[in-house]
């Protein structure tokens, strides 16, 4: 698809004279993603949320699901977070969680750690008060009926008010029918993000019974996004992020500043940020194995011996015992792919 026939996609920057710092970051795999609550009082048919988090009242950093502040920075230190995107559910249910959470994000790394906030509420004074100074740019979802008279609603007020008390204000939505509506909106705001529409579990009965399908078997896009979305093209303060950048750029270059921090010295990190090594689960002693390595090398875990996996593939081929390659996402995350040896 030409790329000037659309609203701003990421990655592509000529003409770009605005995106948010938030998009920037996301860009660059530097922001860690706080999901403050499951729970929302809206039922939007769309919604992607997974069976785990969808209507649960539980708190993940990334993909670890924490229990306090200091858990969450554990986890942006271990990207060299540079900013955090708080999301859910519906963040401002637990507004009390949200000050804490970016209070203690705040505190730790210093003003300049960018907060963004993704609400389908229109957060009045009194909200926007308690978020200043922890908040920098609050992205409003206004549900899809009220687009065609958006400039009427509560997030229109919410949207002046919150620019006139120094916040960044956007509006971000899915790509559906009519999302042209929203352009009566954008003297009020700093961006308008669009995110292509995706396929989930959770939704998918619903897409169906709306007549909807994939775009393709590779991705989770759906199909007529992106022409839905190019009716809003040329505006420059429309973005368009589309599923297949979310999995193969923000996610990959997320995963490499992950690896960076966390690999251990016998595990090779690859080009999507995923980390690769060796196992042997040995049948009898190995201590005469292992002492021709040194002890980072190697390590023990649970009576699985993890090493370079070229080091097994040469040395370990003698030894009785089960011999695989693990890739998997850094600091012990999901298992992509296991390879016998």
Known sequence: MNTTAM????????????????????????????????????????????RERKGRDVVFA????????????????????????????EPLLEIDRVVEYCRALKEHFGPDHQIHLYTGLAPDE???????????????????????????TDFAESAVLARRMGFLIGI???ALPGIEDLAAALPLLDFLNINEL???????????ERGFELDDGMHNAVKGARQWAEKLAGDPKVHFCSSVFKDSVQLRERLKRIAANTARPFE????????????????????????????DEYAVCEGRIEMAWWVLAEHGAGLPGRKYVVERYPNGGMVVEVTPL
Not at 13 to 42: I, W
Not at 65 to 89: C, F, K, N, R, Y
Not at 274 to 293: D, I, S
């Open 172 to 174: 971000e939505v899915p």
């Open 62 to 89: 990334n993909e670890r699901q924490v229990s306090s502040p200091s858990e969450a920075i554990e986890v942006a230190e271990s990207m060299s977070a540079l900013g955090t995107g708080v999301t859910g559910g």
């Open 268 to 295: 090779e990190v690859t080009d999507d940020g995923t980390v690769v090594y060796g196992v042997l689960e040995p049948e009898g002693a190995v201590e005469g194995f292992l002492e021709e390595f040194d002890e």
């Open 198 to 208: 995706e396929w989930g579990e959770t939704c998918a009965a619903a897409m169906r």
């Open 7 to 50: 609203p701003q996609e990421s990655g592509v920057s000529p003409g770009r004279p605005f995106l948010s710092p938030g998009c920037v970051l996301c860009h660059q795999g530097a922001k860690m993603v706080l999901f403050v609550t499951g729970r929302c009082r809206r039922t939007c048919w769309y919604c992607p949320l997974s």
């Open 126 to 152: 009194a909200v926007l008060r308690r978020l200043q100074g922890l908040v920098d740019e609050l992205r409003l979802h206004p549900p899809h009926e009220v687009w065609p008279s958006i400039t009427e």
